[in-house]
């Protein structure tokens, strides 16, 4: 049987959407959908620009898959995600075609696929062809308005970067990368890159950030976006503290001002990914203040994916 696909455009959207949240809601109901903004992304590209593909494999049927091949030039990496319709019989070929599109762009990238923790049939597919488990993530929820407290740290000034301003951006910039130079993953970024993409979330997502600055020193930051305001719900996007600062209680001031920044934009839910292998504490905070799992993510790699 031959495979019927092509590229996905904007006009495709809806297609997209459905597909991913059908695929996302038949294995965990508790699941955050996937709205318009990172629909777009999809199609658009997380880094470099995406290769997409909508599959089925008969004429007069519905488009069954979707896949987006995000490459990162700078990283060497790709980023891969398959959303299938339940009980369509495309995912095998799904993966095929978007190794095959792997190999063509570039054979030696590092390649990660991601998936949700009960999704079986896929992760035994996976597994079938050598991939296995890198990382767990998980995504936490938390009810607006919520009763927050204070951070145990008062030293702390906390304020509103402008993202216009190359004065602020550099902040931002020496600050984001010094915290999570140690995470997994972590590769720097030139600044004239990421400025681009910092100016992108912030036209696209409505990226929003706060510094906290100790006796006038920058120390940490956290950003907030809309990638889920169809949910209702706030999206803390990025966290950080530099390491020179980390364990004074910082990040947990910076959390309580999102969780307050985003009761009075009126959300009523918080959400945010975190990375079940961070030694940092971030689990231990986010659950202090009220967070709790609803999902979990598996990161597959296989190191010889393109043999």
Known sequence: MALIA???TEEDIATIL?????NLLSLNPDDKRIGEIEAREFLRGFIDP???RLIKLQTDDD???????????????????????????????????????????????RLWLGTQSNDFVYKSLLESRNFSILRKYWTLEMSLPAQIGHARNSMGEIRKLDLNNEGDLRTYHEVHQDSFSKHFGFMPRQFSEW???????????NMQVWLISINGEPAGFVD?????VHEDSGYVS????????????????????????NTEFGHSKLCLNVDA??????????????????????????????K
């Open 6 to 8: 092509r590229e996905a």
């Open 18 to 22: 459905e597909i991913a949240n059908q």
């Open 50 to 52: 995406a290769i997409t």
């Open 63 to 109: 488009w069954q898959s979707f896949v987006t091949l995000n490459p990162d030039s700078s990283r060497k990496r790709f980023y891969l995600d398959i959303y299938t319709r339940p009980g369509a019989q495309t995912l095998s070929h799904s993966l095929d075609l978007a190794l095959e599109l792997a190999r063509e762009h570039d054979s030696d990238y």
């Open 195 to 205: 400025r681009e993409l910092v100016y992108r979330d912030k036209d696209e997502r």
């Open 224 to 228: 907030c976006n809309d990638e889920l």
């Open 238 to 261: 990025g966290l950080g503290v530099r390491r020179s600062f980390q364990g004074k209680g910082l990040g947990e001031a910076l959390l309580r001002y999102a969780i307050q920044v």
């Open 277 to 306: 292998g961070n030694e940092s504490g971030a689990l231990r905070l986010y659950e202090k203040v009220g967070m709790k799992p609803i999902s979990e993510w598996h990161q597959y790699e296989n190191p010889l994916w393109s």
